[in-house]
């Protein structure tokens, strides 16, 4: 079955540190990953996607995430934190052709 | 350029009433997506539709509720006998699908938000 998890329910970090959001997932065949954010009153924003090629994607507001096909993962990361990165962040997988499945969401919270 | 709107941002209703949520999608993109985001949990996906193509209704969760979309473009999400467990966040995306696949980015409106007392 198809699946997505993000283990943390909440993050935080000061303020120019670095930053990792975990996803993990399970599908059939080739995966298609995307994170997604939604900032407060606000609807959610498209990211960044892996679907095929290089493993490092590089996405809005200089995030970027790593594909590890052995790992099962899909990590969001960031080398220098903002305040303004605080907001809610959605991990989503599907397959080749399966509906598409969020996470229940990470709220990271970068403190000055 | 216009994005994904909604209507309404808000909705009071009481239980047992019937609701109408209404997504008008970006001109061209050809698939349309409807999601419920409960207080504090993930996105639900509901419904599908690509094109003409027949809708993936599997997210549905019970059969108060369904959607329509006219002439490939609005959509309409309507809960009928609304019930407490309703209340939630209903949002729709819609994305450029050309593969009538899953794998396109979506671009969400802001959603309406549902209380049913």
Redesign the interface.
């Known amino acids: 079955a198809q699946s997505v998890a993000q283990p943390e329910d909440q993050v935080n970090v000061a303020e120019g540190n670095p930053l990792t959001v975990k996803c993990t997932y399970s599908v059939s065949g080739n995966p298609?990953l995307?994170w997604?954010v939604q900032y407060p009153n606000?609807?959610?924003?498209?990211l960044l996607?892996y679907?095929t090629g290089d493993n490092l994607v590089k996405g809005s507001y200089g995030f970027e995430a790593e594909f590890n096909k052995s790992q099962t993962s899909f990590h969001l990361k960031k080398p220098s934190a903002l305040v303004s990165d605080s907001a809610l962040y959605?991990c989503?997988v599907?397959g080749?052709?399966?509906?598409?499945?969020?996470?229940?969401?990470t709220r990271l919270s970068i403190r000055p | 350029g216009a994005g994904v709107s909604q209507s309404p941002s808000n909705k009071v209703t009481e239980k047992g009433k019937d609701v109408e949520l209404r997504c008008d999608p970006i001109s061209g993109h050809t698939a349309l997506y409807w999601y419920r985001q409960s207080l504090g949990q993930g996105l639900e996906f509901l419904i599908y539709f690509q094109g003409n193509s027949a809708p993936d209704k599997s997210g549905l969760p019970s059969d108060r509720f369904s959607a329509e979309r006219t002439g490939g473009s609005v959509s309409t999400l309507t809960i009928q006998r609304t019930q407490q467990e309703d209340s939630a966040v209903y949002l729709c995306a819609s994305s450029f699908d050309g593969r009538g696949s899953y794998q396109e980015t979506q671009y969400f409106g802001p959603g309406t938000r549902l209380l049913v007392l």
Request: charge should be positive.
């Open positions: 298609y995307f997604y606000r609807g959610l924003q498209f996607k679907i959605f989503a599907t080749s052709a399966s509906k598409i499945i969020f996470g229940s969401g």
